[in-house]
């Protein structure tokens, strides 16, 4: 990942510079020289960001050109660190590369607080964070999940009282962390030469008259046994039949059908609809045949919720990310399914159960309003 990006440089090359160790730093990315560095250098932690390990995972087996075995645990790492891990890779991951050890983060560089999940077990696979009873205690002062409007995609307030109200355990909200409002740059520095985007980021009298509070812009959930998970980030949920539809957890769910390499979930507008229909630009494994299609339906259909199931499906020859890994989702929903924008990528849309080509045809009969979805 690039240096500029607040993890590499400070959990990374700052971490190793305050301890004493050493850091090894590639030119580039890349699944064919990754595991040959990690070899070469000894290395006993990596470091990972947005589909990094998804990716790993992708590459086809890394293979000893002399003795002709699977080297793909040939490796002393005993803990991989980062922020990004989807809980459909977790398992996968540490099981395919011999990695006893997960230690997920949540932060945002110019955030005020962070979470850590330090894993060895399944217990808290695919948390963003982690605490006992006595850390919950201390630490849920701090920060709190409120309650989005998603129509103004900002946190509610009581109609009575003015002020914002926390969700329940496994009720997604908006993420908050508290600042101290006789001296906000303590805890946020804000954006140089910004201070529109500085104020929208600060909110204040939320549960008490004149506290303040960081939005972090991130949907955020947490449980009875002090996990908290990743929901998704305001901006990319979507609504569709009036229902709220967490990119996310969509993407979970068509990423572990075992033929889906990766898959980026957004919403599209469609001509004669309120709201976005759910669309994924998807990477397989194998060409998609009829048989293989009729098996993606019914895979989402058995675990997503009728209303989240995506419409649409865009197979890509690559996936589009931005400089730290992470999926680019604003191109494609400006794309959105006009076969006319998609250029080579193939379109296919679910009927009768099953997802079939959408054609230029199809799209016009859905501009006329000919189509019920």
Request: charged share 25%.
């Amino acid at each position: 990942m690039p240096l500029y990006h607040g993890t590499a440089a400070i959990l990374g090359l700052a971490t190793t510079l305050q301890n004493g160790s050493a850091i090894a730093i590639g030119k580039k990315f890349s699944t064919k020289t990754f595991w040959p560095e990690i070899r070469a250098s000894n290395a006993t932690i990596i470091q990972y960001v947005g589909e990094l390990c998804r990716y790993l995972l992708a590459a086809p087996p890394q293979i000893d050109p002399v003795t002709n075995e699977n080297i793909d645990r040939a490796n002393s790492i005993r803990m991989a660190f980062g922020n990004g891990l989807r809980p459909d890779v977790w398992n996968k991951f540490k099981e395919r590369f011999d990695i006893g050890t997960i230690a997920e983060f949540y932060s945002a560089t110019e955030g005020s607080s962070a979470s850590w999940n330090y894993s060895k077990n399944d217990f808290s696979k695919g948390a963003i964070g982690r605490n006992g009873s006595l850390g919950y205690l201390i630490l849920s002062r701090a920060w709190a999940p409120v309650e989005l409007d998603w129509e103004t995609e900002t946190p509610v307030r009581d109609a009575k009282t003015g002020f914002c109200r926390k969700v329940t355990p496994g009720t997604p909200g908006e993420m908050l962390y508290k600042l101290d409002p006789d001296n906000i740059e303590r805890g946020f520095q804000g954006y140089f030469n910004n201070p529109k985007a500085t104020n929208s980021k600060i909110m204040r009298d939320v549960f008490v008259k004149g506290d303040a509070y960081f939005r972090t812009g991130d949907m955020i959930s947490w449980d009875d046994q002090g996990r908290t998970f990743f929901s998704d980030r305001i901006g990319d949920t979507f609504r569709w039949k009036s229902q709220n539809v967490s990119t996310n957890e969509v993407s979970e769910a068509l990423g572990s059908h075992p033929s889906v390499l990766e898959a980026n979930v957004y919403g599209v507008e469609l001509p004669h609809y309120d709201g976005r229909a759910g669309c994924v630009a998807i990477l397989l494994a194998k060409p998609a045949d009829a048989e293989l299609l009729s098996d993606l339906a019914n895979h989402a259909l058995k675990l997503l919720p009728n209303y989240a199931v995506p419409l649409f499906l865009r197979f890509c020859q690559e996936m589009q990310s931005t400089g730290t890994l992470k999926q680019q989702k604003h191109i494609l929903r400006l794309q959105g399914v006009d076969p006319a924008n998609t250029g080579s990528d193939e379109l296919f849309w679910l009927r009768g159960g099953t997802y079939v080509k959408f054609s230029k045809k199809d799209w016009d009969e859905l501009n006329g309003g000919r189509i019920k979805l």
